[in-house]
């Protein structure tokens, strides 16, 4: 059974950093590009994010890019999302999917940005 | 980037019914146009991929159709487990984007 996991969530200061992390069990992860997705409170989802199965091609939103990182270590089954710079427009629930049709998604992680 | 508009935004039907929710695309998706089902607290679970494939597991009631820029998910027989937040992406080109959303509820 595909599952995905994720976790690091939390309540930060804006300018803070924070790193999410999705596990995937149930499929060979190395064989997948990765994909982070996030939905503001009331909001619509938002694509954020893509790295290639072997770590070669990383896309980004626009409204992300240059303030978060996202990698993968194969070894681990473990994707990730490296946050810097956070401001309160990052309040989101985030989730982890795979694969270009994103046919498989996590439960989400929330994190909130707030003095 | 492609802009989906979904429509509509909710949705009030009857156990039995039949169900449509469109999804269209600001520009040509060709068929790569996925539906997915949210419930409360649960994570979003793919439904129709590439515009009409059933995707593994999922009954038979739900179908979708359309290609280049119009795209609809039907339901017909809608079963009480069918009250959810339904919602569109395209994987066509970069970035992908979503449609805002059809929350479905029982009359």
């Known amino acids: 059974e595909v599952q995905l996991v994720e976790s690091g969530g939390g309540l930060v200061k804006p300018g803070s950093s924070l790193k999410l992390s999705c596990v995937a069990s149930g499929f060979t992860f190395s064989s997948y590009g990765m994909h982070w997705i996030r939905q503001a409170p009331k909001k619509g989802l938002e694509w954020i994010a893509l790295?290639?199965?072997?770590?070669?091609?990383?896309y980004y939103a626009d409204s992300v890019k240059g303030r978060f990182t996202i990698s993968r270590d194969n070894s681990k089954n473990t994707l990730y999302l490296e946050m810097n710079s956070l401001r309160s427009e990052d309040t989101a629930m985030y989730y982890c999917a795979r694969g270009r049709g994103l046919d498989y998604w996590g439960q989400g992680v929330m994190v909130t940005v707030s003095s | 980037d492609i802009q989906m508009t979904q429509s509509p935004s909710f949705l009030s039907a009857s156990v039995g019914d039949r169900v449509t929710i469109n999804c269209k695309a600001s520009q040509n998706i060709n068929r790569y146009l996925n539906w997915y089902q949210q419930k409360l607290g649960e994570a979003p679970k793919l439904l129709i991929y590439n515009a009409n494939s059933l995707q593994t597991g999922i009954p038979s009631r739900f179908s979708g159709s359309g290609s280049g820029t119009d795209f609809t998910l039907t339901i017909s027989s809608l079963q009480p487990e069918d009250v959810a937040t339904y919602f569109c992406l395209q994987h066509n080109s970069w970035p992908n984007t979503f449609g805002a959303g059809t929350k479905l509820e029982l009359k």
């Open positions: 790295i290639y199965y072997d770590s070669s091609n990383k």
